[in-house]
Nanobody, 125 residues
Framework: QVQLVESGGGLVQAGGSLTLSCAASGRTFSNFPMGWFRQTPGKERDLVAATNWSAGTTYYADSVKGRFTISRDNAKNTVYLQMNSLKPEDTAVYYC??????????????????WGQGTQVTVSS
């Protein structure tokens, strides 16, 4: 298992920017495709962005395309989520996770594990 710790959340005004970090320890980080998810109360955890092991392939949910950028530094065992032009609807708890299974589909949270504790992002209008 890889252990993950998110940081960088906070309160920001609409239009502002934040960069989330996810630091990994344990098993070889570079072996794992990584994803950033977000969740609001009463709703499912949705994939926001994902990257393969080399960051050569990335995925973005339609709601964040053009505003968010996922990247990773395997030498530092860290994956990042740069969030620009933030909107109130981006308010959520953001989680990073490692893809550990290939059973349900590329964007299905059930294929991801080693969840971090989450970091709150609040965007005020």
């Amino acid at each position: 298992q890889v252990q993950l710790v998110e940081s960088g959340g906070g309160l920001v005004q609409a239009g502002g920017s934040l960069t989330l970090s996810c630091a990994a320890s344990g098993r070889t980080f570079s072996n794992f495709p990584m994803g950033w998810f977000r969740q609001t109360p009463g709703k499912e955890r949705d994939l926001v962005a994902a990257t393969n092991w080399s960051a050569g392939t990335t995925y973005y949910a339609d709601s964040v395309k053009g505003r968010f950028t996922i990247s990773r530094d395997n030498a530092k065992n860290t994956v990042y989520l740069q969030m620009n032009s933030l909107k109130p609807e981006d308010t959520a708890v953001y989680y990073c996770a490692a893809r550990v299974k290939w059973l349900y589909g590329d964007h299905d949270s059930r294929d991801f594990g080693s969840w971090g504790q989450g970091t709150q992002v609040t965007v005020s209008s």
